[in-house]
């Protein structure tokens, strides 16, 4: 009998062996691409587990700026505790404004009006100007309509410096309800600066390919596989030269030529290595 021919690979256990290939290239390539960082300010710094995987990243910062950011924290939190519970709700009436510009006006002018009407009726008497008479009516409605006027943009001017009032104090009453939190944002900012300065390790991504194991074996399949077939053939050639030989006659040239065809397949046979470095025989 003949050698048998290569037995076929497992691909279960091809399969088996692939994936553990994967597995070790994708752990080597994280351990490997897991690289500490620092610097002045601080460092970042991998997490391992037993095996010396990588399993998260932790950032510090550097002790004087760590007691920096410590303060800063501590301000940020007493900045929270005077945030507004409430919406924004500024109650402002400049109703008491607009009254007192109203009364000045009223003290400034009342006094002058008195010595005006005093003055006035002097001169109507001296002129002999009766009560009702045309020019006594034309005289008093120049006053009147003056006067009038004068109130009129006295109730426009105390209107107007109420409505600044209202303004400027709303203005007040918002930065009042919004200054909390913009000097926590402000704090949370220089905290995030801080945090800016340190150096960043990043995550690593198994990239590295690992070795194509089932493909190692298929080939070295195929190539055993070859090499049987031609054992093979080559074993069949030496059995029909020695079939000829036991027909033939054993005379003259014909004898000599069929014996020396199969002594040189036998020796090719046998000169010619095979797979593992077994020499292909009749068992």
């Given at each position: 009998?003949?050698?048998?021919a290569?037995?076929?690979?497992?691909?279960a256990?091809?399969?088996?062996?692939?994936?553990?290939?994967?597995?070790?290239?994708?752990?080597?390539?994280?351990?490997?691409?897991?690289?500490?960082?620092?610097?002045?300010?601080?460092?970042?710094?991998?997490?391992?587990?037993?095996?010396?995987?990588p399993?998260?990243?932790?950032?510090?910062?550097?002790?004087?700026?760590a007691?920096?950011?410590?303060?800063?924290?501590?301000?940020?939190?007493?900045?929270?505790?005077?945030?507004?519970?409430?919406?924004?709700?500024?109650?402002?009436?400049?109703?008491?404004?607009?009254?007192?510009?109203?009364?000045?006006?009223?003290?400034?002018?009342?006094?002058?009006?008195?010595?005006?009407?005093?003055?006035?009726?002097?001169?109507?008497?001296?002129?002999?100007?009766?009560?009702?008479?045309?020019?006594?009516?034309?005289?008093?409605?120049?006053v009147?309509?003056?006067?009038?006027?004068?109130l009129?943009?006295?109730?426009?001017?105390?209107?107007?410096?109420?409505?600044?009032?209202?303004?400027?104090?709303?203005?007040?009453?918002l930065?009042?309800?919004?200054?909390?939190?913009?000097?926590?944002?402000q704090?949370?900012?220089?905290?995030?600066?801080?945090?800016?300065?340190?150096?960043?390790?990043?995550?690593?991504?198994?990239?590295?390919?690992?070795?194509?194991?089932?493909?190692?074996v298929?080939?070295?399949?195929?190539?055993?596989?070859?090499?049987?077939?031609?054992?093979?053939?080559?074993?069949?050639?030496?059995?029909?030269?020695?079939a000829?030989?036991?027909?033939?006659?054993?005379?003259?040239?014909?004898?000599?030529?069929?014996?020396?065809?199969?002594?040189?397949?036998?020796?090719?046979?046998?000169?010619?290595?095979?797979?593992?470095?077994?020499?292909?025989?009749?068992?």
């Amino acid at each position: 009998m003949g050698k048998k021919a290569p037995k076929a690979p497992d691909p279960a256990q091809t399969a088996q062996a692939q994936a553990q290939y994967n597995q070790q290239a994708a752990g080597d390539t994280l351990k490997m691409n897991a690289m500490d960082r620092t610097n002045p300010f601080g460092s970042s710094t991998f997490t391992r587990d037993a095996s010396g995987n990588p399993t998260g990243i932790t950032s510090s910062l550097s002790p004087e700026l760590a007691g920096a950011a410590g303060n800063v924290s501590g301000a940020v939190n007493a900045q929270t505790g005077l945030l507004p519970s409430g919406s924004f709700d500024p109650n402002i009436d400049a109703a008491g404004l607009r009254q007192s510009y109203v009364d000045q006006g009223l003290n400034y002018a009342l006094p002058a009006w008195q010595q005006e009407d005093k003055l006035r009726k002097v001169t109507q008497s001296e002129r002999g100007i009766p009560l009702g008479s045309e020019i006594y009516t034309d005289m008093e409605s120049g006053v009147a309509d003056n006067r009038s006027r004068y109130l009129s943009d006295l109730a426009s001017k105390a209107w107007q410096a109420g409505a600044n009032e209202e303004q400027r104090q709303f203005g007040n009453e918002l930065t009042k309800y919004q200054l909390p939190g913009a000097m926590a944002g402000q704090g949370l900012g220089l905290l995030s600066g801080m945090g800016g300065l340190i150096p960043q390790a990043q995550q690593p991504q198994a990239s590295v390919a690992a070795p194509n194991y089932t493909g190692l074996v298929q080939s070295n399949y195929q190539n055993e596989m070859q090499k049987y077939a031609a054992d093979q053939q080559g074993l069949g050639n030496l059995l029909k030269t020695g079939a000829a030989l036991a027909l033939a006659p054993m005379t003259g040239g014909l004898s000599t030529t069929l014996l020396g065809t199969g002594l040189g397949a036998l020796s090719n046979m046998w000169n010619t290595p095979s797979v593992g470095g077994d020499r292909p025989g009749i068992q």
